[in-house]
């Protein structure tokens, strides 16, 4: 009974000083140990920072490559840097990249070059070779955020915003910035994009075109709405002067053309 009651008191000191023993079967267990993994576990789980890229959902075909020829993208699906992703027609596929969600949209091709998380940084690099992708990133804190989408034409740059950005070689690059700002570098052409501002820049152009040409398509159909057709108002928000908005891809322009028409506009402006 002396000895129970002394190795009782040891056992309850050590617990005091952090060791964790318990008495079971008239032994001690250490159970040190196991609370460590696990609290280790729970940690790196936890952490805002563990490089991934985990595949959220998949719509119609969607195909992957890490190096080999191209598979099937599954749902929960962990992909590694370098990986290159293809949607087909009707087709989209979502990405977390370190707590940010990326939607590529139909008819896309993309690559992720770059996926690092240190302790206070992180890192993602997008390469958009063809078709559209959405951007929601978030602004981790006392974290530097840099998460950059990259065309063939010009390079985007976002932390804690929101961004549609679509690339194709007959019109060139298009961004919008449903929320929030974020800078478009190309060749020493910077520029802001944030709220109506639309980004546009063609294949061929030295510098980007008017931030404002969105607004402008947009107001052409406000100075005489009366004298538009649905079909033709339609039309104008969808294609603008450039024949495509930032919103679509090259499936959304092929699915609305199925042979050849003849049409007439008749627009009529108001005479002072």
């Avoid at 992180?122 to 959405?134: C, F, H, V, W």
């Avoid at 994009?193 to 008017?210: A, F, Q, W």
């Avoid at 679509?248 to 002072?272: E, M, S």
Wanted: glycine letters at 10%; aromatic letters at 6%.
């Amino acid at each position: 009974m002396i000895k129970r009651c002394l190795l009782n008191f040891l056992i309850y000191e050590k617990i005091e000083s952090k060791i964790f023993l318990i008495y079971q079967g008239g032994k001690p267990m250490k159970l040190f140990n196991t609370l460590l993994i696990t609290l280790v576990v729970v940690a790196f789980a936890a952490s805002p920072l563990f490089a991934a890229i985990t595949v959220v959902s998949v719509k119609g075909e969607a195909l992957y490559s890490d190096g080999a020829a191209f598979k099937p993208l599954q749902k929960g699906q962990q992909l590694k840097e370098g990986t290159r992703i293809q949607t087909g027609s009707k087709s989209q596929a979502v990405l977390d990249i370190d707590g940010h969600i990326v939607t590529i949209k139909q008819l896309t091709l993309i690559k992720v070059y770059k996926n690092i998380a240190k302790k206070d940084e992180s890192t993602n690099s997008i390469g958009l070779k063809y078709g559209s992708i959405n951007a929601k990133v978030k602004k981790l804190p006392q974290v530097k955020t840099s998460f950059l989408i990259t065309t063939p034409v010009a390079t985007s740059s976002v932390r804690g915003t929101e961004q549609n950005v679509s690339f194709g070689p007959g019109f060139g690059m298009q961004v919008t910035v449903p929320e929030g700002e974020l800078l478009v570098q190309s060749n020493g052409d910077n520029k802001k994009v944030g709220g109506n501002l639309e980004y546009n820049k063609g294949t061929d152009d030295p510098r980007s075109g008017d931030l404002t040409q969105g607004m402008q398509n947009n107001f052409i159909g406000q100075m005489a709405p009366g004298n538009l057709t649905p079909e033709e108002q339609q039309m104008l928000n969808q294609y603008g002067d450039q024949l495509v908005d930032s919103t679509q891809t090259p499936a959304d322009v092929l699915d609305k053309t199925g042979g050849a028409a003849t049409i007439n506009v008749n627009l009529t402006w108001p005479i002072d």
